[in-house]
């Protein structure tokens, strides 16, 4: 079992920048891949961004490209998104998970946090 627990979000207005964390315990971190994935009232579960176990890869959806960076210490078990340039269309729960490869498919990551709220007010 891999638990994990984000922390970090918050109330932000457009433009202002938010950083949050995945916290991993239980198996070894770097045996799996991470993903952040987001869903906002109404609509489905969305992904964010995905890294490989050695941070060497990473996948962003296009929404968030060039405004989202996500970003692991494996020392620390702890995967990063930092955010930037936010928008109120960016408003979700977000939410860590992790799978033994990187994806962009929410079904195929067997462990999931609880999930941290992001508020971004025009």
């Known amino acids: 079992q891999v638990q994990l627990v984000e922390s970090g979000g918050g109330l932000v207005q457009a433009g202002g920048s938010l950083r949050l964390s995945c916290a991993a315990s239980?198996?070894?971190?770097?045996?799996?891949?991470m993903g952040w994935f987001r869903q906002a009232p109404g609509k489905e579960r969305e992904f964010v961004a995905a890294?490989?176990?050695?941070?060497?890869?990473?996948y962003y959806a296009d929404s968030v490209k060039g405004r989202f960076t996500i970003s692991r210490d494996n020392a620390k078990n702890t995967v990063y998104l930092q955010m930037n340039s936010l928008k109120p269309e960016d408003t979700a729960v977000y939410y860590c998970?992790?799978?033994?490869?990187?994806?962009?498919?929410?079904?195929?990551?067997?462990?999931w946090g609880q999930g941290t709220q992001v508020t971004v007010s025009s």
């Open positions: 998970a992790a799978n033994i490869a990187a994806s962009r498919i929410a079904s195929h990551y067997d462990y």
């Open positions: 890294i490989n176990w050695s941070g060497g890869f990473t």
């Open positions: 239980g198996r070894t971190f770097t045996n799996y891949a």
